[in-house]
């Protein structure tokens, strides 16, 4: 079956930096396309950026200039590069994958599959 498991979460001064990875198994990886999305408490789950699998990005206006997102085909890998890290930053964030082969998606319903979430906490 399909599992998407994401890892690198964890506890960061504001301005520092975290790589979160998103380790796919039981796909094509290469097919689909990577979403990761972020839920704080009390709030909705929302996007934070996609690449597609020819390797397009997209970000949210509040990940852009921040954070990258990024793949490793050979390694059924999604990475997340985040600098410049804020307190407003604190969520679990998420891995998704969609796939079809068209489309940008952003919204969580495009989605096929979850990963389960890493904590991120940024301290001021």
């Known amino acids: 079956q399909v599992q998407l498991v994401e890892s690198g979460g964890g506890l960061v001064q504001a301005g520092g930096s975290l790589r979160l990875s998103c380790a796919a198994s039981g796909l094509t990886f290469s097919n689909y396309a990577m979403g990761w999305f972020r839920q704080a408490p009390e709030k909705e789950r929302e996007f934070v950026a996609v690449?597609?699998?020819?390797?397009?990005?997209y970000y949210s206006d509040s990940a852009k200039g921040r954070f990258t997102i990024s793949r490793d085909n050979g390694k059924n890998t999604a990475y997340l590069q985040m600098n410049s890290l804020k307190p407003e930053d604190t969520a679990v964030y998420s891995c998704?994958?969609?796939?079809?082969?068209?489309?940008?998606?952003?919204?969580?319903?495009?989605?096929?599959?979850w990963g389960q979430g890493t904590q991120v906490t940024v301290s001021q």
């Open positions: 998704a994958a969609d796939r079809r082969p068209w489309g940008v998606p952003t919204t969580t319903r495009e989605y096929n599959y």
């Open positions: 690449i597609r699998s020819g390797g397009d990005t």
